[in-house]
Nanobody, 125 residues
Framework: QVQLVESGGGLVQAGDSLRLSCAASGRIFNYYAMGWFRQAPGKEREFVAAIKWSGGSIYYGDSVEGRSTISRDNTRNTVNLQMNSLKSEDTAVYYC??????????????????WGQGTQVTVSS
């Protein structure tokens, strides 16, 4: 089992930056691919970013490409998502997820096994 706890969400203005963090505990974190997804009211869950266990492969969703950076610290069992130039359409609940995979990190939510409870990000325009 892997337990994931997100933090860092909140209410920000359009154009601001925000850093989300996900703390993992339980099984060996180092060998899990990690991902961030988000879900806005009335919309499907959307892929945001993913990072390989080693940090060697990183993917971003089209909507955040160029504005976001995912990183991980395997010594601290954390994965972070830095988001810049936030827009109102970034408003959503952001979820951290873990996949027991050594290869390329998944970009599809059903390929992730463990999920955090989510953290709300609200961007006011």
């Amino acid at each position: 089992q892997v337990q994931l706890v997100e933090s860092g969400g909140g209410l920000v203005q359009a154009g601001d930056s925000l850093r989300l963090s996900c703390a993992a505990s339980g099984r060996i974190f180092n060998y899990y691919a990690m991902g961030w997804f988000r879900q806005a009211p009335g919309k499907e869950r959307e892929f945001v970013a993913a990072i390989k266990w080693s940090g060697g492969s990183i993917y971003y969703g089209d909507s955040v490409e160029g504005r976001s950076t995912i990183s991980r610290d395997n010594t601290r069992n954390t994965v972070n998502l830095q988001m810049n130039s936030l827009k109102s359409e970034d408003t959503a609940v952001y979820y951290c997820a873990a996949a027991d995979r050594l290869g390329a990190p998944p970009r599809i939510d059903r390929e992730y096994t463990y999920w955090g409870q989510g953290t709300q990000v609200t961007v006011s325009s």
